[in-house]
């Protein structure tokens, strides 16, 4: 027992004892060493039974460490695993994360394709570095990708529709409907040309937003064409008034001017004609004939 032979040790030391401290250190030492591969072995065992564990319950097809060369080729050092060749060619990122001592952010796909690699350093018992192997098949992976990625993409279709549902019926109610109120009385007015379609514009419970701000406009642009039509009805009902006063005052005019015939009675030898157009309506000359 190691921790037996360290006590012995203390207490020949303590004593002065070099005899009993002397045959007791080659004891401690080898006793050391076989703790020490001990526990390497223990370490490691329990590392594999870990992986297994790992192994059944995210279905991974390989959990492994790897040591490199100078960790495991030592005579101080238990090789407890099998010898593999990793070339930097075909495992660039192995040989970055041994060299880095960074776990890879990305999964290295083995040259046959088969299987996705992910290493993550870990500090062993010695100085050099080893790199915990997860592997998992390809297939497996890109079934596992695909099984994630559907219920995904149906969740984020199903949000998508009935968010565009939910716009559609928000864009029909606030701006499909009001406009088609709207594009109504503003129709009626077209045929009946009622200056109370723009009461009835206002009348509306309009958004407040541009379709609001368009039937304000429009009420007010029917307002400004009906007292447009009006100042236009009250111009042509004073035109035909000065009209009628003009035609009044040519007809009086024309009644005051003497008529050619009959000629005069009895006489001969000349004839007599007179003819008189105002520049206007009315004029102000006049003419008469006697004998």
Request: with cysteine; net charge negative; hydrophobic share 45%.
């Amino acid at each position: 027992d190691y921790n037996a032979l360290v006590i012995q040790y203390n207490e020949a030391e303590a004593a002065g004892d070099t005899a009993t401290t002397a045959a007791l250190l080659p004891q401690m030492e080898d006793a050391g060493a076989l703790t020490e591969r001990m526990g390497i072995a223990s370490y490691y065992y329990a590392l594999l039974n870990m992986m297994s564990r790992l192994k059944a319950a995210y279905e991974i097809s390989d959990f492994v460490i790897i040591a490199g060369e100078e960790s495991s080729g030592g005579s101080d050092v238990p090789f407890l695993g099998d010898a593999l060749e990793r070339s930097e060619a075909d495992y660039p990122a192995l040989w970055r994360a041994y060299d880095e001592q960074k776990a890879a952010n990305e999964l290295e796909l083995s040259p046959d394709g088969s299987r996705y690699l992910m290493y993550v350093p870990v500090s062993s018992v010695f100085a050099d570095t080893w790199l915990v192997v997860v592997s998992i098949p390809s297939a497996a992976l890109d079934s596992a990708v695909m099984a994630q990625m559907v219920p995904t993409l149906s969740v984020t279709v199903a949000v998508y529709i009935v968010c565009l549902a939910a716009l559609l019926v928000l864009f029909r109610s606030q701006l499909v409907r009001p406009l088609i109120a709207l594009s109504g009385l503003v129709s009626g007015y077209a045929h009946t040309h009622e200056a109370s379609c723009a009461d009835e514009i206002r009348s509306h419970a309009w958004p407040r937003d541009e379709v609001g701000i368009l039937a304000d406009r429009t009420a007010a642009m029917i307002d400004e064409t009906d007292a447009h039509t009006q100042r236009l009805a009250a111009l042509t009902a004073e035109r035909e008034r000065v009209r009628s006063e003009l035609a009044v005052a040519t007809r009086i005019q024309a009644s005051a001017l003497p008529e050619v015939t009959p000629a005069f009675t009895g006489e001969g030898g000349f004839a007599l004609s007179a003819s008189m157009e105002p520049a206007k309506e009315v004029g102000g000359d006049f003419y008469d004939f006697f004998m």
